[in-house]
């Protein structure tokens, strides 16, 4: 039996308005849906950076990068055992963790770090901290971390040399609750050697480029990409005082070059939208 399809006798301000509130909420719980769906399916984007001062002896160093991992309630151990089993399949010469290690309270730090300490990488595994670090305790993740086999370089340097040939690793301490003197810092990075920076946050570029500290490429996390993301207008908002400037992906500023990871974890909605989580591997080559 068929019944008829019942409309409103008049098409009323009133009804328009319910019905296209009923279609954003439908819409709006439908993306949510979705983007809790796919947010662990991880994305590993391969990205070859060309450095100026890079010597012919460090071509082809990888570095694969983890960052905003946020262990607690919405990303669990068994998803970053994963992502540890991808990265240790892209075999990397370093691995950088770039901060965020935790959400939501201290006991998810050691469970945290006893994942990572399952990281391989030929020269080493560096860790910087980032500002959830900070909120639970920046120097008890640090010690989690380091217990766990990582080297810290928090507002600290690594030369690396091979044949005579020689690569600057800098690592910050995070940009809002650390305390940075990045003068002081770069003061004892000598000689016209490539510089590659680790850091939380992908502002901290406009600190070399204020204080004319060149550095040759940076890499971070801390805006998880906006984690939701709509064509054209991009993500709703970003953690970073220079909007989307520094969401995510490869930019320029004064010739040095500054990658933004969307990170693997996700804090206040368990969602992802059009920003699948990441896992970059560097591969340096002389410009």
Not at 66 to 73: F, T, V
Not at 97 to 111: M, W
């Amino acid at each position: 039996m068929n019944f008829p399809l019942r409309l409103p006798e008049k098409w009323t301000r009133r009804n328009v308005l319910k019905l296209s509130a009923a279609s954003v909420t439908a819409v709006g719980l439908g993306c949510l849906g979705y983007g809790a769906a796919v947010r662990q399916h991880v994305e590993v984007s391969r990205v070859t950076v060309n450095v100026k001062n890079l010597p012919p002896e460090f071509a082809g160093l990888t570095i694969a990068h983890l960052s905003d991992i946020h262990h607690g309630p919405y990303t669990g151990q068994s998803y970053i055992a994963r992502c540890v089993e991808i990265v240790n399949g892209l075999q990397p010469d370093l691995i950088a963790l770039t901060g965020d290690f935790t959400f939501a309270g201290r006991r998810y730090v050691e469970p945290c770090a006893e994942v990572l300490s399952g990281l391989k990488a030929r020269v080493g595994v560096y860790t910087v901290l980032g500002n959830h670090d900070y909120y639970v305790g920046a120097s008890y993740v640090a010690r989690a971390l380091k217990a766990a086999g990582t080297t810290l370089l928090i507002d600290g340097l690594d030369r690396l040399e091979h044949r005579g040939a020689k690569l600057w690793l800098i690592g910050m301490d995070d940009m809002y609750y650390g305390t940075t003197d990045l003068r002081q810092l770069m003061r004892n990075v000598t000689g016209a050697h490539a510089r590659v920076v680790f850091s939380h946050n992908p502002d901290f570029i406009e600190e070399f480029a204020a204080k004319n500290q060149h550095v040759d490429l940076l890499i971070a996390g801390h805006t998880h990409g906006g984690q939701i993301r709509f064509p054209v207008l991009g993500a709703p908002h970003i953690a970073s005082e220079y909007g989307q400037r520094y969401a995510m992906g490869m930019q320029e500023r004064k010739r040095m070059q500054v990658y933004t990871t969307r990170g693997i974890g996700t804090i206040l909605l368990p969602t992802r939208f059009a920003c699948p989580p990441e896992i970059p591997l560097y591969t340096l080559q002389p410009a």
